[in-house]
């Protein structure tokens, strides 16, 4: 008898991840910021924020929730935060935050 048998099979179920405005734009000023210290570490910012966001829509409770109801994903390497909120079907992405950032500019999104 196999370890599987018997055990119910889980499915991952990705919720679609969207962007509010506010939020893409904090991540593109972020970019550009690291994209003048040097150009690849722009490069290298934005595929940690892709990697964190793929990470969000297939796990994103394990995150922890911040405030209210938004949880916080933190951007490897880099001191951002990706903060969200997960609805029934979506997940909305309210700031691409920098740590040191006071945290009012994002809660009241």
Known sequence: MGASQGQPVQETVTLP???IPEANE???D???WYDR??????ERFALAVETTVETIAQHP????????NRRRAG??????GIFFEVQEDRIVVIACFHGKRNPRRWQIR
């Open 26 to 28: 904090d991540s593109l």
């Open 30 to 32: 972020a970019r550009a």
């Open 75 to 80: 951007v490897r390497r880099f001191p951002y």
């Open 17 to 19: 991840v969207v962007w």
């Open 61 to 68: 409770l394990q995150f922890p929730v911040v405030y209210r």
């Open 37 to 42: 210290i040097r150009p690849e570490l722009g």
